[in-house]
Nanobody
Framework: QVQLVESGGGLVQAGGSLRLSCAAS????????MGWFRQAPGKEREFVAA????????YYADSARGRFTISGDNNKNTAYLQMNSLKLEDTAIYYC?????????????????WGKGTLVTVSS
């Protein structure tokens, strides 16, 4: 049973930083590309970032590129999302996801596993 557990969310002022963590268990960590999605109040869930462990390729939504960084630690079976220069519009529940193919993450339709999410609130 694959489990993804997010942590690190919270309240932060605009311009600040947070680092989200996604602890994975139940599978070989490096065998699944992983990503982050978010859902703001009243909006649909959207792609934020993804990483393909094979080759270390990373992918970002336009809204995240340049401010967010996705990474991982195989020894800890944990993926991270470092978020800098946070904006009010970054307020959302952030979800960790794993997929057999990175294309599944990028398209948002081929997700094999989801975490339960962690709330990020950016205040002015």
């Amino acid at each position: 049973q694959v489990q993804l557990v997010e942590s690190g969310g919270g309240l932060v002022q605009a311009g600040g930083s947070l680092r989200l963590s996604c602890a994975a268990s139940g599978h070989t960590f490096s065998s699944y590309p992983m990503g982050w999605f978010r859902q703001a109040p009243g909006k649909e869930r959207e792609f934020v970032a993804a990483i393909n462990w094979s080759g270390g390729f990373t992918y970002y939504a336009d809204s995240a590129r340049g401010r967010f960084t996705i990474s991982g630690d195989n020894n800890k079976n944990t993926a991270y999302l470092q978020m800098n220069s946070l904006k009010l519009e970054d307020t959302a529940i952030y979800y960790c996801a794993a997929a057999s193919l990175v294309s599944g993450l990028l398209q948002g339709s081929g997700i094999d596993y989801w975490g339960k999410g962690t709330l990020v609130t950016v205040s002015s």
